[in-house]
């Protein structure tokens, strides 16, 4: 099956810094979304971006289909930020998605 | 916007007894998933289900566990015999099927806390 990728891990950041988060898959896919797992254990939907690029105020993203990597932009992170955020793709033909291992993200004041 | 919910929020129960884990997926949506996460990992797909029958299942998908959509608007997991290691977050999420300019992916519910004692 489609392998997704996340790096970092784990990341530490002081509140207002901003930050890449990268996803790997290793398959062409009809879907990628980034989700945000709140400490409550919620799956918050961030972006449907199989392609291109989308903002919603201090989050991006960018989806490079070609090239196989989507990557998820955070300016002036605030704690509320903290959680792990997952990448999650449908390979084309595919009807189910794929989630990534995830990156661990904290911000601290 | 329109959610997906889930009940219970969170279930406590013994070794050994049944469990039904129940959504109520978007109106109008189409296909039906249960996704599972086991404390600290990644989620998990269990299974899929369109047309009132399952179209795929995962490995982890054995015969301890049943789908069921009951009438027109929910859809369950059922457990049958609960283990220690079926403790775990359950996620449901439904979508449409996938049409360009009307694709706006899986949405998920907020899960269930499974524990088993």
């Known amino acids: 099956g489609i392998q997704v990728e996340q790096s970092p891990p784990d990341l530490i950041l002081q509140e207002g810094a901003n930050s890449t988060l990268r996803c790997n898959f290793s398959d062409s896919v009809n879907n990628l979304q980034w989700f945000h797992q709140n400490p409550w254990g919620q799956l918050i939907n961030l972006f449907y971006?199989?392609?291109g690029t989308k903002q919603n105020g201090r989050l991006s993203a960018t989806t490079v289909a070609t090239e196989r990597y989507s990557l998820l932009y955070i300016s002036s992170s605030q704690t509320t930020d903290s959680g792990v955020y997952f990448c999650a793709v449908e390979p084309g033909g595919g009807n189910k998605l794929t989630f990534g291992t995830g990156t661990q993200l904290k911000v601290e004041l | 916007e329109p959610e997906v919910t889930q009940t219970p929020s969170h279930q406590v129960t013994q070794m050994g007894q049944e469990v039904i884990l129940r959504c109520v997926p978007i109106s109008n949506h189409l296909y039906f998933y249960w996704y599972r996460q086991i404390l600290g990992q990644k989620v998990e797909f269990l299974v899929s289900?369109?047309?009132?029958?399952?179209?795929?299942k995962s490995e982890i998908f054995d015969d301890q566990f049943s789908v069921e959509r009951p009438d027109g608007s929910n859809f369950t997991l059922k457990i049958r015999s609960t283990k220690l290691e079926d403790s775990a977050m359950y996620f449901c999420a439904s979508r449409v099927p996938g049409q360009p300019t009307r694709d706006y992916g899986y949405t998920f519910g907020s899960g269930t806390r499974l524990t088993v004692v």
């Open positions: 971006i199989p392609s």
């Open positions: 289900f369109y047309n009132n029958e399952i179209s795929e």
